[in-house]
C-alpha cells in the first residue's frame, strides 16, 4: 500500500464540513413538521449542529410551501424531507474554511450537498 501525502487542514474541513450535513440530514429527516413548529425545527437544527466542532456558522431554512403541501389532513402535519432543507454551514479547521451547503436540486430531483467556497 502506498503512504498518502500530508493532509492538510483544507482536507479536515471539507471532511468536517461533509460530516456535519451528512449528520444533520439524516438526524432530522423524518422529523414531525407542520407550519407551526417549522421555526422552531429550524432553529432547533442550527443549534443542534452549531455546538458540534469546527463549525463558525449555520443557516437553515426549510421550505414551507413543501410543508404545505404535504400536510395530512386528518393529523395536521407531515415528516422533514430532505428536499424540503436549505442548509449553509461555514465550517474551519486551523487555516482553512469552507462554505458548504444541502439544497434540493430539481434537475436532479435529489437534496444536493455541495462545497461552495473553500478559502
Known amino acids: 500500500m502506498q503512504q498518502n501525502k500530508t493532509i492538510t487542514d483544507r482536507d479536515n474541513v471539507l471532511f468536517e464540513a461533509g460530516i456535519k450535513l451528512g449528520a444533520l440530514y439524516h438526524q432530522f429527516t423524518g422529523s414531525p413538521v407542520n407550519l407551526r413548529t417549522v421555526d422552531s425545527l429550524e432553529i432547533a437544527i442550527q443549534e443542534s449542529i452549531s455546538v458540534q466542532p469546527c463549525v463558525e456558522d449555520i443557516k437553515v431554512s426549510i421550505n414551507r410551501d413543501m410543508i404545505s403541501s404535504k ?49
Do not use: H, Q, W
Open 71 to 119: 400536510l395530512n389532513s386528518e393529523y395536521g402535519y407531515c415528516e422533514l424531507e430532505g428536499r424540503m432543507l436549505d442548509v449553509r454551514i461555514t465550517a474551519n479547521f486551523k487555516s482553512a474554511k469552507a462554505d458548504v451547503s444541502l439544497a434540493f436540486d430539481t434537475e436532479l430531483d435529489y437534496p444536493l450537498m455541495k462545497i461552495e467556497k473553500i478559502y
